[in-house]
């Protein structure tokens, strides 16, 4: 029962966030005015966060020639879960499942100082990856959806400092969302099925044993989980339960040992040699939608005030009270807050329950006590007092 009650599918309909239209396609979740605001809160907090750390923001498209995931490796490695070929003119492009390729090309575009490392390419990018049509459901598990990815280009005795900023950041991220307590840490390394990864036994060794020493140093808790590495590298993923008890990745950080020679990528050392970085896959916030529907489960639809759509709402009890309410709107809205006015011609206890639905957290109602003496009535949704 608390499952269902929590269920982001059903609050989602409920509160008007998301539709999903058999004629748009399974898989393609499209998000309502309210819930673009959600998502908009989300993507604002986490690109001014990112800036602060010294991430630059960068824009790439969402096609690709197949070619250059060929040179990836992830044509060879990650076909099954990439959409067929687009032919435009005699030339095969595919819809890209990740940014890395685009990213690298940024990267290529110039030489680069060893002083200016780490290089650190951030981007809220769209995405497309095959699902099984049984495996669909709601946000959590799309086709189409867009990640808070970024690659950081370091000198490789580097590597174990970035990735514990990494760290930082995605903990910064856990503890203001409010899901610190119900995620853990999966340290994602190899098995001995040598096809599905690499050949670069010295590498991997490499990677693996920084890996672990940084889950060491920062007292991290991971659970161990061979089989689950990158096609490139080890993982350290943020793992977290459904309301229907589904594991399922919030967050996954690389350690890439391959990719950057693949496309000759260099940087210009202090003794003028030119050498090669070492890459940082990174997702601070996730993918949103798939965060979107664990908060919205996580909190049961009643978000944390600063990511709500509709933060108060203004309920005139008559119409006579409603050009003060409509003043009332005015005066929050030029506070910045986000404001609707229910002036339906609807009994007051209706209009309050269905906010309450909505899980509003401001209700402010307005009779003719109120208008004669300027205030309002405010009702806490978090308390329900007046």
């Known amino acids: 029962?608390?499952?269902e009650r929590r269920d982001h599918r059903k609050l989602g309909k409920e509160m008007d966030l998301f539709v999903i239209s058999p004629d748009v396609g399974k898989g393609l979740p499209m998000f309502t005015d309210k819930g673009t605001t959600i998502r908009r809160a989300l993507e604002r907090f986490i690109v001014d966060?990112?800036?602060k750390r010294g991430y630059l923001h960068v824009q790439t498209p969402i096609?690709?020639?197949k070619h250059l995931y060929e040179i990836s490796g992830h044509w060879e490695h990650y076909q099954d879960s990439m959409y067929p070929p687009i032919n435009?003119?005699?030339e095969d492009y595919v819809l890209r499942p990740m940014t890395c390729p685009h990213h690298f090309m940024l990267y290529a575009a110039r030489p680069h100082s060893y002083k200016e490392l780490p290089v650190r390419y951030a981007e809220i990018s769209p995405?497309?990856?095959k699902e099984r049509s049984g495996e669909l459901t709601g946000l959590i598990r799309v086709m189409g959806f867009h990640l808070a990815d970024a690659h950081i280009f370091c000198k490789p005795e580097d590597v174990k400092p970035v990735f514990r900023e990494v760290v930082d950041l995605i903990n910064f991220v856990m503890d203001t969302l409010g899901l610190a307590d119900r995620c853990w840490y999966r340290l994602s390394l190899r098995d001995d099925q040598k096809e599905k990864y690499i050949d670069d036994p010295q590498g991997w060794a490499m990677a693996e044993r920084d890996m672990r020493e940084i889950c060491e140093e920062l007292k991290l808790d991971a659970q161990v989980e061979p089989g689950h590495a990158a096609f490139y590298g080890p993982k350290l993923d943020v793992q977290m339960a459904t309301v229907g008890g589904r594991e399922e990745t919030l967050f996954?950080?690389?350690i890439d040992i391959a990719l950057a020679q693949r496309f000759h990528l260099e940087y210009i050392a202090e003794d003028g040699s030119r050498r090669m970085p070492w890459v940082v896959h990174r997702?601070?916030?996730?993918?949103l939608e798939r965060t979107i529907a664990f908060l919205v489960e996580h909190y049961a639809g009643a978000l944390p005030l600063w990511m709500m759509p509709v933060q108060v709402k203004v309920l005139p009890i008559t119409d006579e009270q409603t050009p003060y309410a409509a003043g009332i709107k005015a005066q929050l809205e030029a506070l910045g807050l986000r404001v609707e006015l229910d002036d339906r011609k609807e009994t007051l206890n209706r209009k309050v329950r269905e906010a309450k639905m909505?899980?509003?957290p401001y209700l402010c109602v307005v009779g003719q006590r109120e208008a004669l003496e300027g205030t309002v009535t405010v009702t806490n949704r978090d308390t329900d007092r007046k």
Not at 283 to 287: D, E, H, L, R, Y
Request: with cysteine; net charge negative; proline share 0%.
């Open 1 to 3: 029962e608390e499952a």
């Open 49 to 51: 966060e990112e800036l």
């Open 63 to 65: 096609l690709g020639r």
């Open 88 to 90: 435009v003119d005699g």
């Open 127 to 129: 995405m497309y990856r």
């Open 252 to 254: 996954t950080n690389q």
């Open 283 to 287: 997702s601070s916030i996730g993918c």
């Open 358 to 360: 909505q899980k509003i």
